[in-house]
Each structure stands twice: as C-alpha cells, then as structure tokens.
DNA sequence: CCCTGATTCGC
DNA sequence: GCGAATCAGG
C-alpha cells in the first residue's frame, strides 16, 4: 500500500481526532502503526495541535542516544502554540479520593425507572474531563456487553433499560477498565458533593 | 502482557 | 519517503 492523498487525509483526520496510530493503522488496512506513526512525523504532525492538545512539553526530547553519528540540527521549529483546554494534571486520587461514578461489568437486570449507573452528574465533574467525554462518546464502539474484553472501554453509555444502551469500547489502557477519557471521570479527586445529601 | 508514541536507519 | 526494529514509557 502506498499513502495516496485519501489514506493520508484520512490518516491527518484521525490523527487529529486523538485516534491511536494503531487504530489508524487497522482502518487504513495494510500498514502497520509503525507506518502510521512514521508518516505522521514526516507530514510533521506529530503535535497534535488543532483540537485538543497535551500540556507543553518543554523537554528537549532525548531519548535513543546510543550511537551518536549525526550531525544535529540546528533547525528550531517555532511550533505555533496552540490553546490547551485541559490541564490533564490529576492529583491521582492519593488515599481517599476516587469514587468511581459507575460499576463495570454489573448485571444486565435493571429494573427501569432507576438512576442510571453513570452519567456523573455534570456539577461535579471537571468541565475539561466532561468536554473530552462527550467528544469521544460520540464515536464509541457501542459494545454489548458480552462483546466487552480486557481492553475495552466498560463504561456504560445509555439506559440499561431501554435499547439504547450500550458500552464505550474504546480501547482501555492496560489494566484501567475504561478508556482514557473515562478514566478521566471515573476517578474524581473528590469535590463538593457532600452538602448534597438527601 | 497489553498498549502508547518516538526515533533510528537500511532500504 | 518508507517502515521494521527498537526505544521509552503507561
């Protein structure tokens, strides 16, 4: 395969769109993620400005630095900054913290009528972590729950009770039960939701 | 072990 | 320019 002007287009779309190189690779079909990634550096995309960006990395970037024969470059990329709508910077949840806003795998049975599992109620949820939910959520796998794996996102999307529901499935992180952006919620530091009980 | 992107370097 | 191999990290 060679990278015509549709793949690259859709590989500058999905990129762009926070996909993973993998995942651009499976769509693509025959080229591996090593490719996908070796071709975003040469378009010199490999920031992903224009969306939703990662904290500036003021790292010089140093990494394999066995075999010194190349002459470095003097070239400074002036890298026009791009606005960074999410700090990313989470306490971690220390001792306390983290309450998990939804069970993974529960049981298909729930009656209607209930509060729904998730859904973490907007106020008390970092905007930033809510706005990256959305945006992902619109483009979830929609996994049954018996098509759920080890690697799946497991956050329930929906009402249990009707059809439309179904799970995320984007890929998980190595052990996290939920993608990325979900872990996001999942795990809040705690806030000030405790004034609120009934 | 699963995954992520980053880099090198022979082709 | 390409991408496998490798590196570095979660």
Not at 47 to 55: D, H, L, Q, T, Y
Not at 151 to 180: N, V
Request: net charge positive; aromatic share 4%; proline share 12%.
């Amino acid at each position: 395969m060679s990278w015509t002007d549709e793949r690259v287009e859709l590989l500058k779309k999905m990129w762009t769109e926070g996909q993973s190189a993998s995942q651009i690779a499976k769509e693509l079909g025959g080229v591996t993620r090593n490719a996908v990634i070796g071709k975003v550096h040469r378009l010199g995309l490999s920031n992903r400005a224009g969306g939703a960006a990662e904290p500036a990395k003021p790292e010089p970037k140093a990494k394999a630095e066995k075999v010194e024969a190349k002459a470095e470059k003097p070239a400074a990329q002036p890298a026009a900054e791009a606005p960074e709508p999410k700090p990313a910077a989470k306490p971690a949840a220390p001792a306390q913290a983290a309450a998990p806003a939804a069970a993974p795998a529960r049981k298909a049975i729930i009656p209607a009528g209930q509060p729904l599992p998730p859904q973490p109620s907007a106020n008390e949820i970092d905007p930033a972590a809510l706005a990256k939910v959305g945006e992902i959520e619109k483009h979830s796998k929609k996994l049954s729950l018996m098509e759920l794996t080890e690697r799946t996102c497991k956050w329930p999307i929906g009402d249990p009770a009707t059809e439309d529901f179904w799970f995320c499935g984007l890929p998980s992180q190595a052990g996290k039960p939920y993608c990325e952006a979900h872990v996001g919620v999942a795990f809040q530091p705690m806030s000030a939701r405790r004034d609120r009980r009934r």
